[in-house]
């Protein structure tokens, strides 16, 4: 197999760290530490508030040499309003030091989302993977704005050792993990080796864990090195045991260190648990890691997904208002894959893409098709199948138009509004959509329906259906509604004989 490129992803991050010499790194190193125990640490946080005056006291026993003043808009709420503003950060050098910072990682992971795209390679995936950003946008605002919609997670293990409460996307419990056998060794190979010639460059984006602990399987960095060795680009690594052994979780940042292309995180389930992290690790150690800070006293709000679903529901019972307001639920969902989730333990693969937590999807993703595979052959037909069949690219004429569940549609004015829990978004009435808007409210018509209606009412058929490819490209309509891809027959060489199709 030919070794592909660098990955757009990892020469962005190469340029990001050439930018900063050493002093700056180390700099740095220390004021992520501090906004570790800022984040994670409630009596920090109270004692930095009870010394306005003199927060020195209070930061100096972290042993960062870190001066407070010119740290102050990070901590003190008062000078918050700096933030993220470069020009005014002056004043404050190690807090402009770290808002350059955060743009520069904010900037890697849209290079990284951006890497999900390959039009060239697999057109059918960028449009329908594009469509699925716009929906998830839609569902649940601001918090898919750090949602890269990668191309493909992997278990390497089933099931999870560590049993987080707010898991949301509620893993089971551990049955095994796929040790790196020359047949397990061949098969992978052979599975990223297919995901690569279908996904193209989109591979890119995948990464190998999912509802599954890296540190459960003590073989996971050799099918890293495989994957860099297939895909050209080493992937993420998060885990919730960071501490369980050490030799692999140094090894995992040896290889970052080596071929790194992408920030790794640990997440961090108790204060203890922080304490000990940074017991353990040096901030220099530290610096390409993120802390994902899951404990209660983070000020970081937990997804409404999951098994922090069935939580927040027996809070809510239970009537214990003080817990919920902790527990900050925010509605959003922790899945980030529009791609494949390949489980290489009972080798199934399934078509995945994030939505909002709801009865179908409790677990904050839709699964769009699924198959079963024993070999690479069957790997590659059904990723092959899920492209040719389950990527919609049309409506057809017998699809049903209906907005999605979480949206309530109304007529405004001249405009249609779409109005969820998190957005809103509107569409002028013009020509084509005016005529069709209360069926489409309805939303219990046929896509041929709705042209024969426009064209019944005098609208051009052609401007309705360009009004209803609007809705679809923008995530707006109900996909499961559509009748199944494969019964629809063969896709219209053209819209024209599309809509030609509807109006006879
Ligand atoms: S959140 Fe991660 S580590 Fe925790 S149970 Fe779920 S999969 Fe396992």
């Not at 405004?412 to 957005?423: A, I």
Request: one cysteine or more; hydrophobic letters at 40%; glycine letters at 6%.
């Amino acid at each position: 197999m030919s070794h592909p490129e660098t990955s757009p992803a990892a020469r962005y991050y190469r340029e990001v760290l050439k930018g900063r010499d050493p002093e700056t790194f180390a700099k740095l190193a220390r004021i992520k530490r501090f906004m570790e125990r800022l984040c994670g640490d409630l009596q920090f946080r109270l004692d930095l508030a009870a010394h306005p005056y003199d927060p020195q006291v209070v930061i100096d026993p972290l042993g960062l040499d870190l001066d407070a003043e010119a740290l102050r808009p990070l901590y003190d709420l008062r000078y918050a309003k700096h933030r993220r503003k470069l020009d005014e950060l002056e004043p404050w050098p190690l807090a402009k030091l770290w808002d350059e910072w955060l743009a520069d990682m904010i900037g890697h992971r849209d290079v990284i989302a951006a890497t999900g795209k390959d039009l060239e390679t697999n057109p059918a995936y960028s449009s329908w993977r594009a469509r699925q950003m716009r929906r998830v946008k839609s569902e649940i605002g601001r918090a898919s704005d750090g949602i890269v919609h990668a191309s493909m997670a992997v278990e390497l293990s089933e099931g999870c050792t560590v049993g987080c409460w707010f898991c949301g996307i509620s893993a089971d419990r551990f049955k095994g993990y796929l040790p790196y056998t020359p047949e397990n060794a061949a098969l992978w190979r052979d599975v990223l080796g297919a995901y690569r010639d279908v996904f193209g460059q989109a591979s890119q984006s995948g990464f190998c864990y999912w509802a599954t602990d890296p540190s459960d399987n003590p073989d996971y960095p050799r099918y890293l090195r495989d994957f860099h060795d297939i895909i050209g680009h080493l992937p993420q690594t998060t885990t919730a045991a960071a501490l369980k052994n050490l030799d692999l979780t140094r090894e995992i940042l040896a290889m970052e260190r080596e071929m790194g292309s992408v920030v790794n995180r640990f997440s961090v389930l108790t204060k203890k648990q922080l304490d000990q992290i940074h017991a353990a690790f040096t901030p220099d150690e530290l610096m390409m890691v993120e802390l994902v800070q899951q404990q209660k006293e983070s000020l970081n709000g937990i997804s409404d997904t999951g098994r922090a679903h069935e939580r927040k529901v027996r809070l809510e019972e239970a009537g214990k208002i003080a817990e919920l307001a902790r527990e900050n639920f925010q509605i959003g969902t922790i899945a980030c894959v529009s791609g494949l989730l390949v489980q290489m333990v009972p080798k199934r693969v399934q078509l995945v893409t994030p939505t909002r937590m709801s009865a179908r999807w409790p677990k904050g993703y839709r699964v769009v098709a699924e198959a079963d595979f024993t070999d690479a052959a069957t790997f590659r037909a059904a990723i092959e199948g899920f492209r040719d069949h389950h990527m919609r690219q049309q409506i057809y004429a017998h699809d049903r138009v209906a907005i999605r569940w979480d949206i309530e549609p109304a007529i405004e004015g001249d405009q249609l509004v779409f109005r969820n829990e998190m957005t809103t978004q509107s569409l002028d009435l013009v020509d084509g959509l005016r005529e069709i808007a209360p069926e489409v409210v309805e939303g219990r018509h046929t896509f041929g329906e709705l042209l024969q209606t426009a064209i019944q009412r005098g609208a051009n058929p052609f401007e309705a259906q360009a009004a209803l490819r609007m809705l679809f490209d923008n995530g707006l309509l109900d996909e499961e509604a559509l009748a199944p891809a494969g019964a629809t027959g063969p896709a219209p060489t053209s819209s024209v004989a599309m809509a030609s199709a509807a109006a006879e």
